[in-house]
């Protein structure tokens, strides 16, 4: 069981228990509203209170964070996991290409959602599924999951800023020129298409930032950083630009005999820890479908 405690100090004697959890605790109302129902939610020295006590100098309040029921929906299933770090309130993994993120049509037991839940079975952690981010299908890399809905929140809150920084690597057809830019093109659904985006007027703002790192046999190894998150925003871009990643079957061409999957790689990966506030970086190597490319 995951609980963040506050010790009552004089100045802050007397406030209410709401306000002491959102101003010091930093939780959402959303996070108060589903925990105060709790037996076992909101404790002042061990015993249940309401939002409204007002504790004194000396006393402890104890808020519960983790899911004692799971509401997701999402089935707990035995599976492949690369952990790169794990701690009571997130986890990184190195995700596999091939693996989706989320259960969908035709992916109802075999997604890293799936997976995960039954390693926290396995570890008796009563936590559900907390997404912070997503990567495609095809995509491989680093990918952080929260324990609890306040983690979540926080790590959210803090996407495409300097507190959560993630860094691509990628192999595309053609080499960019110049050989760094930023790709500045806003994206929105195609007409007609269920997956498909396309650059477009009225699309939502959309940034990348490219630098070529090496060259070889017409193709590019590229680092690229994003300054916004839609959806195939990488892909796009490089497609509108007459360089679409190697091997990327919707906005490209399909390459089989050289990789099975659009060759991007979430390859670094900087957060501020949600509750202790430190830094946290870390990096995966290179998968070798994608290193091939370049030999």
């Known amino acids: 069981m995951r609980r963040l ?16 959890l959102k101003r010091r605790l930093e939780l959402s109302g959303t996070v108060v509203r ?9 404790l002042l020295d061990g015993i249940r209170v309401h939002t409204d006590a007002r504790p004194r100098e000396g006393q402890v309040l104890s808020v519960r964070l983790d899911d004692p029921e799971r509401r997701s929906g ?24 091939g693996l989706s993120v989320h259960p969908g049509p035709g992916h109802f037991d075999d997604t890293l959602g799936n997976f995960l839940l039954y390693h926290y079975d396995q570890e008796g952690e009563t936590a ?20 609890h809905p306040h983690a979540q929140e926080r790590l959210k809150a803090r996407l495409h800023t300097p507190d959560f920084r993630r860094v691509y690597l990628a192999v595309c057809e053609g080499v960019p020129a ?13 007409p ?30 590229l680092r690229l950083e994003l300054d916004t998150g839609r959806t195939h925003q990488i892909r796009v871009h490089l497609a509108h630009i007459g360089h679409p990643l190697t091997g990327d079957f919707l906005y490209g061409a399909e390459e089989p005999r050289l ?27 290179l998968p070798e479908d994608i290193a091939q490319l370049m030999d």
């Open 128 to 147: 559900d599924f907390h997404p912070v981010h997503r990567l495609d299908r095809g995509t491989s890399g680093l990918i952080v999951a929260a324990k």
């Open 192 to 221: 007609g298409s269920l997956m498909e985006q396309m650059v477009r007027p009225d699309g939502k703002a959309a940034r990348t930032r490219y630098q070529v790192l090496r060259e070889n046999g017409g193709r590019a190894l």
């Open 74 to 97: 999402i089935v707990s299933a035995p599976g492949p996991l690369d952990i790169v770090y794990e701690d009571e309130d997130l986890i990184v993994l190195n995700k596999a290409p």
């Open 259 to 285: 990789i099975p999957r659009p060759a991007l790689h979430a390859a670094e990966l900087s957060l501020c820890h949600p509750i202790s506030r430190a830094r946290l970086d870390f990096s995966v190597p």
């Open 34 to 42: 589903r925990i105060k129902w709790l037996p076992d939610g909101i």
């Open 5 to 20: 405690e506050l010790a009552i100090t004089p100045e802050l004697a007397g406030i209410k228990a709401d306000t002491l």
């Open 178 to 190: 110049p050989d760094s830019g930023t790709i500045d093109a806003p994206l929105g659904p195609k």
